[in-house]
């Protein structure tokens, strides 16, 4: 089989992929299998790359011998068909580099839309959390119940657990068999789970891959335009969209049980400039800051200002940080509040109170560590900004937050993010 009959079949089985898979992606979008879509999305640049190349190979070939034809012998008309293999050669390559390019963008969304969820347990349900291993044993347990289409073909072949945990819950409660009492008077190990917890009360649960779940894609897209989603997406007065599709998929996950409780007071202190001068310089994306706030406006009126203000400047960090800072950022999970230095706080006396202060500026340690990416640190600073909180409330900083322990976890975020982190500080808080 000669050079030019391979191209030829490449070309043509390539070009089938490439129609299937567009058949495929219309079809997830139409039926809200996200997860399928997102997962599609992510070989786009290299599936397109592939096939433009073989297209323009075998359309070249094609040409040449055209061009060789009798008919166009002349002096006149072979110019002109190598003008328009020079011109497709132009457009192709153009092709090319604007898919790879986008390839980091299309993984940043990936990792925003099906990184770990934050997600409230009723009461009822809260009995059944326990470990990893419980979960798996609830999965394999045949419970019935109708998933969301964005979970579905979330697992390929990997043997990790597909299901939504609160409709595991859900389903384990319906059945009527509750935790016996012997066990329910025993301290439980429940992963994943933030503190303060008590009978009666909902519990805010993260999960994902760390308690052996299969990621999938957030439900929260079902709230979010379709025209965020596209390849370069572009709001409705023109501009960019890729920023405003991150901090949807960041804040579609990571809320918490009160979210209209988290504190970012920029607006209300009019503290932007010493924000923006303290944190991530040059900030040009910051002349933005209007046309994102309207976009977030639409979709999170119910949560209040401070809320808007907090997702309108997740999305201007993420419009100027470089695309390798955000994703270490993601990679290190510091758009969740610590769970396991929330589970140490409690475990040295932290009192409901103390630990929802430490909610409460959730956010503020969310943007300050973003802000401050480029310093790499491997501690999300939330100790520094408890303090803040504490001053904001004008109650004094508990005994428990003074131990030797958080003393020097306190110092350990002040080392690590350097004297800016107490303008920001002073500017969220």
């Keep these: 089989m000669s050079f030019t ?30 997860t399928l879509w997102f997962r599609l999305s992510l070989y786009e640049p290299y599936l397109l790359s592939s096939w433009s190349a073989a297209s323009l190979l075998a359309t070249t070939e094609a040409a040449y011998g055209f061009a060789q034809h009798p008919v166009l012998q002349g002096n006149y008309n072979r110019p002109l068909v190598f003008l328009l ?14 898919s790879f390019r986008n390839r980091r ?38 419970l019935n119940f109708d998933s969301h289409p964005v979970d579905q073909f979330s697992g390929g072949y990997s043997a990790l657990i597909t299901q939504d945990p609160a409709d595991l819950l859900k389903a384990k409660t319906d059945t009527g068999v509750s935790i016996p009492t ?16 008590a009978n009666g009360a909902s519990v805010s649960l993260l999960w994902g891959e760390n308690l052996g779940f299969q990621r999938r894609c957030s439900r929260g897209i079902i709230s979010v335009p379709v025209h965020l989603f596209k390849t370069s997406p572009m709001l409705r007065c023109g501009l960019p969209g890729e920023a405003v599709c991150l901090a949807f998929g960041i804040l579609s996950r990571n809320k918490g049980l009160e979210p209209r409780a988290l504190i970012c007071n920029l607006k209300q202190k009019n503290s932007f400039r010493q924000w923006e001068e303290a944190g991530i310089w040059p900030h040009p994306a910051k002349t933005l800051r209007s046309f ?6 639409k979709a999170f009126s119910l949560l209040g200002d401070s809320y808007i203000t907090a997702a309108t400047e997740l999305a201007l960090l993420f419009a100027d940080l470089d695309s390798s800072l955000i994703g270490e950022w993601l990679d290190r999970g510091f758009e969740h509040q610590d769970l396991e230095f929330n589970n140490l706080s ?26 401050l990416s480029a310093r790499h640190s491997a501690i999300r600073p939330e100790l520094v900004v408890f303090d803040a909180v504490c ?7 508990p005994k428990w937050a003074t131990s030797d322990v958080m003393e020097a976890r306190r110092q350990a975020e002040l080392v690590a993010y350097g004297p800016s982190i107490l303008k920001l500080i002073s500017a969220i808080i």
Excluded: C
């Design 182 to 197: 012997g066990q329910t008077t025993r301290p439980r190990l429940q992963s994943g789970v933030y503190q303060p917890t």
């Design 346 to 371: 409690h475990a040295h006396g932290a009192s409901p109170e103390d630990l929802s202060r430490r909610y409460r500026g959730h956010y503020a340690a969310m943007l300050i560590s973003l802000s």
């Design 391 to 397: 001053r904001l409330d004008d109650v004094p900083v």
């Design 5 to 34: 009959t391979i191209i030829y079949y490449l070309a043509a089985s390539l070009s089938i992929i490439v129609l299937i898979r567009w058949r495929l992606l219309a079809f997830a979008q139409k039926h809200q299998f996200w």
């Design 105 to 142: 963008y299309l993984r940043l969304r990936w990792n925003a839309w099906t990184g770990q969820s934050r997600t409230g347990i009723s009461p009822d349900m809260a009995q059944y959390i326990g470990t990893p291993e419980d979960w798996k044993i609830m999965a394999q347990n045949g």
């Design 292 to 297: 994102y706030y309207r976009e977030f406006e």
């Design 85 to 98: 293999i020079g011109a497709m050669y132009v457009f192709v390559l153009d092709f090319v580099y604007r």
